[in-house]
């Protein structure tokens, strides 16, 4: 089985290693600027969907958590026939107002990702977890354009009709203490897929297939 992964705004193909023991042979799909892949010009949750469904050929079960998960929601709504399986993890149906995510843009634009990486990693990580470290440096590698251009592609995004056309069996995962995509956004989301089931994960927040691997993978195993 083909698994294809889309990660977070500020990562990279590197966060999905504590997945490595369950999806040795997944294939992650990079955000512009993130990783390896190069900044382009037209960034959209769209145009990334269509990305994700050039990268591959027939069909594939999905992964996506954040952004990526935006990204896996408009995949699974556009091309139905092409997703097996779907699951969207510490995601949201819409991430907040347009407005914050274009000062976001702004801010790191004029004075890099050094001036948000803090806040971000509180963001992502309870105070309990002790490897922030590692992903302060994947955070701080990404490029700032390309960071930019995918805060502007959430500012003009909101998956509610995506969710809606959804035909594939979906798993829902939400972090217990994730304060970007809380466990009542995972709740809205599983509301709207015609075929969705809810896992919260506790201890964790926003990136939980990190800060609690064992249980993300259980998961992935027992739905993928």
Not at 43 to 48: I, N
Not at 78 to 92: N, Q, W
Not at 161 to 172: E, F
């Amino acid at each position: 089985m083909t698994v294809v992964l889309c990660g977070s705004l500020g990562s990279t193909a590197a966060m999905w290693s504590p997945q490595t023991p369950v999806l040795r042979d997944a294939h992650p799909f990079e955000l512009p600027g993130h990783g390896s892949a190069p900044v382009v010009d037209d960034v959209t949750v769209d145009s990334l969907a269509g990305q994700v469904l050039d990268s591959i050929d027939g069909t594939f079960s999905l992964v996506g958590l954040s952004l990526g998960g935006a990204i896996a929601m408009r995949v699974a709504a556009r091309a139905p026939e092409r997703v097996e399986r779907l699951v969207l993890a510490c995601t949201s149906p819409r991430f907040g107002e347009a407005s914050q995510w274009r000062e976001r843009a702004a801010t790191v634009r004029a004075d890099g990702l050094e001036a948000i990486v803090d806040a971000v990693l509180g963001r992502w990580f309870t105070p309990a977890f002790g490897d922030v470290l590692r992903w302060r440096e994947m955070f701080l590698s990404v490029d700032r354009e390309g960071y930019a251009r995918c805060c502007e592609a959430l500012a003009g995004w909101d998956g509610g009709d995506d969710l809606r056309r959804i035909t594939a069996p979906t798993l829902v995962i939400a972090g217990s203490d994730d304060p970007t995509s809380p466990p009542e956004h995972a709740q809205a989301i599983a509301e709207l897929v015609a075929n969705a089931d809810l896992a919260v994960i506790d201890g964790a927040a926003h990136l939980a297939n990190v800060e609690a691997p064992g249980q993300f993978n259980r998961l992935l195993e027992g739905n993928l």
